[in-house]
């Protein structure tokens, strides 16, 4: 699933279109709330029995997946919406955007922080047991990253669009959101499984692969918006 949060990070670090990347990311928030439980069915279910692979004896519910992104995904819009509503009309908007949102912002990173030291404390036994599963886990995703920033960077240079737009098409391409990815792993298979291990090694590969890629970004403008970058 498209990145909803720190692609917007990526993109201002690359100089990209803070305002395009907002929308994307409001837009790919919507499709994971609908979708991602059908993309999940698909990948983990219903395209391997297709294919007869032999991991399509492995069933997932579309429900226990869609649970766990509603937890994730809908209960905090719900959330943020009602929030806005009272509080902008009882204390007023300059108030909520002051005061509120950067109280209540840093709740959201400490949580995450939180269940990432919390599942490698409970799957450190594993990776040292097991550390070329970790590199199984990490040459997939660079791979990844690299393609498919790559496509979607030139694909909007060749439609015409300015760096800045390229910039925030690439990144919400190539970002991934691995908060939700943690979430119904650690919902759907358990805190200690597999799935959830990858979970967390997926943050930790993209984070210097998307470093990498804002520094090429640059660079390519350089090359290919040399009149922009003057």
Known sequence: ARCIAMVLIWNLLACGSNELAALLVALNSLFQI??????????????????????????VSMFAIAKSVAIFLGVPVVVGALTRLF???????????????????????LGMLYTI??????QGDKILAAPLDVL????PLLTYFAIVF?????????LGCTYEETAAIAFTAAGNNFELAIAVAVGV????SGEALA???GPLIEVPALIALVYLALWLRRRLWPQAHA
């Not at 030291?117 to 409970?122: H, I």
């Not at 790559?150 to 060749?158: G, S």
Request: net charge positive.
């Open 34 to 59: 609908l979708f991602y439980s059908v993309l999940g069915w698909l990948l983990i279910t219903a395209i391997p029995a297709w294919l007869g692979l032999p991991g399509s004896e492995f069933h």
């Open 87 to 109: 509080l902008v009309k009882r204390r007023g908007e300059d108030w909520y955007e002051k005061v509120f949102l950067p109280r209540l912002g840093p709740t959201a990173l």
């Open 117 to 122: 030291v919390l599942m490698f404390a409970m």
């Open 136 to 139: 199984r886990i990490a040459l």
């Open 150 to 158: 790559l496509a979607a960077f030139l694909t909007a240079r060749k």
């Open 189 to 192: 298979f358990g805190i200690a």
């Open 199 to 201: 979970g967390v090694v």
